[in-house]
């Protein structure tokens, strides 16, 4: 039955309507009254056993009487069921940012310590006021180990360069996890990629552990193309989210509400960090993050207002046994090219000046580098095809001898070290020779030909008169088998290069000579 009286009148408006056969639907539209109310005093004048036609010929005054259930508490009771209530939503508010923590579970612990107390409907109805700030909203709240917003400030800091004295202003990149609001900032040179994965990567062994998923503000690092329903996620910070086992889920653009907490983190630097580094001057990047430490160590353990903890405590009690571990190793950053596989099963990678094999059922297709520090990843349509070590030497043939086809095995022994080192024995200009055709951008096997024609020759004549010609050859910039053979051949490696400035003219009866001219 209803708390609250909804008067004798209706009650007789509803034995009426019920006698000319209206529906309970019927009954709640034209009365106004919710189905529920409707239901629950049909229910009672049933249970009265007395006909429709008797109730209606009673007094207002007993079929109040009959139907109406007084309100058993006093202002007493309420006032202290109240009291118990409100004192009980703190703890209600903190419990339920942990994993599987539910209203309708709290609510249980409450009518088990409190058996008098709120049903779960003004439960909720009470909390939600309770909850309720200046702005009129129900503020949204985190599952612990959930969400980490980050956020660059507007604000930059600055530091001082010691040799020319230059002031160099700075990013400040601000995280902070969306159920303790537990808070990481620090300095970094730049927004791009490297600066950007390094701050997250600091962050997330600062907090110790890996949030559920990241939320960053759609900036280029992040994100290369927002859109409210498919984002598309830089792929470096992709890659770095895959190695942390997270997930990137941008903030809708023009939506502050999505990122609010860093939003609310981020002025709070303002007051906490840059007002109290305003006055002090910093000579390095590292200098200035140790002073941010510091201070940061302060604000987290600072108590929230008008509540006993702090980000610090609520952090240690709840998240951060709620975040999944970090991995054994920490993120390398990847450099991507496309590359197409030449005929000798090899793609060329031009940072390097090296060459890496593919399997021969490859060639003539374009296939993805992934290069970090120490390996060489080559993926075809999302499938890896080929791992290797990374070279750092130029001119090197990273091979695996299974990739190659039987027809090139003749030649697996060779390379550019092979060819160097040959050419060293015979001298310095034929070795700078061979490295300047290494280089040329053609085939390796056209390469090796051309190397081992020209070393070759150095059995045939003497090694002088080959170092000779790769001499007069290298002045002239020309590179090739052919050119060696030519010089040799006409015999200009034995002739001394021609000095155009200190020409003597040959005496002969067709030239004036200088008394022409006196």
């Known amino acids: 039955m209803a708390n609250k009286s909804i008067g004798s009148v209706m009650i007789r408006e509803i034995i009426r309507m019920k006698d000319?056969?209206?529906?309970?639907?019927?009954?709640?539209?034209?009365?106004?009254?919710?189905?529920?109310t409707i239901i629950k005093y049909l229910g009672a004048i049933a249970a009265s056993e007395v006909c429709l036609k008797e109730l209606l010929e009673l007094k207002g005054e007993d079929l109040s009487e009959l139907f109406e259930v007084p309100n058993e508490l006093n202002p007493v009771n309420r006032e202290q069921i109240h009291k118990d209530l409100y004192s009980f939503f703190p703890y209600l508010e903190k419990?339920?940012?942990?994993?599987?923590?539910?209203?309708h579970i709290l609510w249980g612990e409450y009518k088990a310590k409190h058996p008098e107390g709120v049903m779960y409907?003004?439960?909720?109805?009470?909390?939600?006021?309770?909850?309720?700030?200046?702005?009129?909203?129900?503020?949204?709240?985190?599952?612990?180990?959930?969400?980490?917003?980050?956020?660059?400030?507007?604000?930059?800091?600055?530091?001082?360069?010691k040799e020319t004295g230059e002031i160099k202003p700075v990013e400040v990149f601000v995280a902070t996890l969306g159920s303790s609001q537990y808070t990481y900032v620090e300095a970094s040179f730049s927004q791009q990629i490297p600066d950007f994965i390094d701050s997250v990567q600091n962050c997330l062994h600062y907090l110790g552990g890996v949030p559920a998923c990241i939320i960053p503000d759609n900036l280029k690092s992040a994100v290369t193309k927002s859109n409210k329903y498919e984002p598309h996620i830089n792929e470096q910070f992709a890659c770095f989210a895959s190695h942390y086992n997270t997930s990137i889920m941008p903030a809708r653009a023009l939506k502050p509400k999505d990122k609010s907490?860093?939003?609310?983190?981020?002025?709070?630097?303002?007051?906490?960090?840059?007002?109290?580094?305003?006055d002090k001057e910093f000579y390095g990047i590292t200098e200035l993050n140790l002073a941010i430490k510091e201070l940061l160590l302060i604000y987290n353990q600072t108590p929230f207002q008008k509540?006993?903890?702090?980000?610090?405590?609520?952090?240690?009690?709840?998240?951060?046994?709620?975040?999944?571990?970090?991995?054994?190793?920490k993120y390398e950053l990847r450099d991507y090219k496309i590359a197409t596989v030449q005929k000798n099963c090899h793609v060329y990678y031009a940072a390097d000046k090296n060459y890496y094999s593919i399997p021969n059922a490859y060639i003539g297709k374009k296939v993805k580098l992934i290069l970090t520090q120490s390996i060489v990843e080559i993926y075809h349509h999302q499938a890896r095809i080929a791992l290797h070590p990374r070279s750092r030497k130029a001119y090197h043939y990273v091979t695996v001898k299974e990739h190659m086809p039987v027809s090139h095995t003749y030649n697996a022994d060779w390379s550019s070290e092979y060819f160097i080192t040959w050419a060293q024995k015979i001298g310095p200009w034929t070795k700078e020779y061979i490295e300047k055709i290494l280089d040329k951008k053609q085939y390796p096997e056209h390469s090796y030909k051309s190397c081992l024609g020209i070393l070759s020759m150095a059995a045939k004549i003497d090694k002088e008169r080959l170092n000779n010609a790769c001499k007069r050859a290298l002045s002239y910039d020309a590179v090739s088998y052919n050119s060696i053979k030519n010089i040799l051949e006409r015999g200009l490696d034995k002739e001394e290069e021609l000095d155009l400035f200190n020409v003597s003219l040959?005496?002969?009866?067709?030239?004036?000579?200088?008394?022409?001219?006196a």
């Open 506 to 517: 040959s005496n002969h009866d067709n030239i004036r000579g200088p008394e022409y001219y």
């Open 261 to 278: 907490f860093v939003e609310g983190a981020v002025n709070i630097t303002y007051t906490r960090i840059h007002a109290a580094l305003r």
């Open 20 to 36: 000319n056969g209206l529906s309970n639907n019927q009954i709640s539209k034209n009365l106004g009254k919710s189905r529920t």
């Open 121 to 161: 409907s003004q439960f909720c109805e009470h909390y939600k006021k309770w909850s309720q700030k200046s702005e009129g909203y129900m503020p949204t709240t985190h599952k612990a180990g959930e969400k980490l917003f980050i956020d660059y400030a507007g604000k930059k800091l600055h530091i001082i360069d």
């Open 95 to 103: 419990e339920l940012k942990r994993v599987g923590v539910t209203r």
């Open 307 to 329: 509540k006993q903890h702090s980000r610090t405590g609520l952090f240690l009690e709840i998240e951060k046994d709620a975040l999944k571990p970090l991995p054994l190793e």
